[in-house]
């Protein structure tokens, strides 16, 4: 980071000393204030809770311009990415900072696949949950288990245990998601086939039974690999804050991403996707089109709670670049599969016209974020709903990594310990029993 000529004064009105605090520059986006000393030499801390004006770190991953709808994973813009790369060619970006060239992308493709399966005692953690248990619970469940399979590889400072860590949970993450949906629905666990891409691996792992071939649809396993690539990374995103904040303890790389897997689920993060499609179902059973002005007064009345889900983004104040190219995917994938007149995909596509042209909705600068369409697109491939969370886990595996690596490779690194703005009781004196 470059320190800027420009500093920041804070005085204060009851004459205590001012101080100065530097000012930093970035790359490109908002400069910072240092305020490391601010405690130190005032007292005080700032108070942001959410975090909407605090930078957590320094990185070189990803950048958003929320103003723009842009997104680039080390420079290079999403939709660049969407269309020439595969997600484990973005995976050897992320990790690494470069695209691979054709002998690195054909030696990290290889290390990948060899290690797509998993100890065949995780199975046994699946028969411990209930067949309906919600595939988000067991697969903190089963990121966390992997870390006392690998005790060769849990040194976060080692950077070889790093690597390998991440490798195996590139690989195994597809694995996973496919088994704890397979022991959904009471099939047998198919084991992973590497003369596959890692998309259509993860198809055939999903959906394949032992009783015939399964044919990969290259159309379907295209969009799948892009639907990983516009999941990949996110910058300081609440997951990722998690795993960032996780792995400063020093704990291994398989507890820090069960966290961040953990964080994902939530309705207002990752788990918007399968809100979302509950959502348009929802409307869908009540009539459809016809009740969508019905449905966004309720959005707009601030007493019914309800939020169009898929819409609206702390960063993004411009159109999700992921959400255009998520709704491409969803017409492709429609089209392949004879589903181009999916009601649900009508009805979303109305919803957003009438939400962008809605004053609550153009006032606050929400627009349809990477939820948006991806479940639409995700429940027309077969996947249910209650797994489009996973799959996103599954794809921002690499982002939660690359991020908790350079978080650790930096020698300047500590524990993350925010501090509080105290406004309960003060010291008091226990009473006896009697006397409360
Ligand atoms: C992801 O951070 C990331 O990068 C996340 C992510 C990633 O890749 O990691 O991009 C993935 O999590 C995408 C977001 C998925 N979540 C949803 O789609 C859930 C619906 N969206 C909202 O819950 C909300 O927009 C958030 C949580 C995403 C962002 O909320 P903020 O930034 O805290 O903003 P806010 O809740 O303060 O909203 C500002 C105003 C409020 O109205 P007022 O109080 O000003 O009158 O906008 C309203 C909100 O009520 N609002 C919405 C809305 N989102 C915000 N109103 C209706 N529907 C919505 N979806």
């Not at 804050?241 to 953990?262: H, Q, Y």
Request: glycine letters at 8%.
């Amino acid at each position: 980071m470059t320190p800027s000529d420009v500093k920041a004064t804070l005085s204060f009105s009851d004459g205590s000393p001012s101080m100065d605090l530097p000012i930093y520059k970035g790359t490109v986006g908002p400069d910072v204030i240092d305020i490391r000393k601010l405690y130190g030499q005032t007292g005080k801390f700032t108070y942001d809770p959410g975090f909407l004006s605090t930078a957590s770190c320094q990185s070189t991953i990803t950048y958003i311009d929320g103003d723009k709808g842009e997104l680039l994973y080390r420079g290079y813009p999403i939709e660049q990415l969407a269309v020439h790369c595969d997600y484990l060619d973005t995976c050897y970006l992320l990790l690494y900072g470069e695209l691979p060239n054709s002998e690195q992308r054909g030696t990290f493709h290889q290390r990948v696949l060899n290690h797509t399966m998993v100890n065949e005692q995780m199975q046994f953690f699946l028969r411990g949950f209930r067949r309906d248990a919600h595939p988000m619970a067991v697969m903190t469940g089963l990121v966390g288990a992997l870390s006392a399979f690998y005790h060769d590889s849990t040194d976060i400072n080692n950077p070889e245990h790093r690597e390998i860590a991440a490798i195996r949970l590139i690989a195994k993450m597809p694995t996973l998601v496919a088994m704890a949906y397979k022991y959904s629905i009471g099939q047998p666990f198919i084991y992973p086939k590497n003369d596959l891409s890692y998309a259509g691996n993860f198809m055939r792992m999903m959906f394949a039974t032992p009783c015939e071939e399964y044919k990969v649809n290259p159309v379907i396993e295209r969009a799948l690999d892009r639907i990983f690539i516009l999941h990949a990374d996110h910058e300081q995103n609440a997951s990722t804050s998690t795993v960032r904040l996780c792995g400063s303890s020093g704990t291994n790389p398989f507890a820090a991403i069960a966290a961040g897997v953990a964080c994902l689920w939530g309705p207002a993060h990752g788990g918007a996707n399968e809100a979302c499609l509950n959502m348009l179902t929802e409307i869908q059973a009540k009539g459809g089109v016809a009740k969508v002005g019905e449905f966004m007064n309720q959005v707009k009345d601030k007493n019914s709670g309800v939020k169009l889900m898929g819409f609206g983004h702390r960063v993004y104040k411009n159109y999700d670049p992921r959400a255009k190219l998520m709704q491409e995917t969803c017409k492709e994938v429609l089209l392949e599969l004879g589903l181009e007149n999916d009601p649900l995909f009508k009805l979303a596509m109305s919803l957003e016209k009438i939400a962008l042209e809605d004053d609550y909705f153009v006032a606050r600068k929400l627009y349809p974020n990477v939820d948006f369409y991806s479940g639409i697109v995700q429940r027309a491939i077969g996947i249910p709903v209650q797994l489009f969370t996973a799959i996103f886990a599954l794809a921002r595996t690499v982002g939660w990594i690359a991020q908790l690596n350079e978080m650790i490779s930096d020698p300047e690194y500590k524990i993350g310990r925010p501090r509080q703005l105290f406004t309960g009781a003060a010291a008091r004196t226990v009473k006896p029993v009697e006397q409360r």
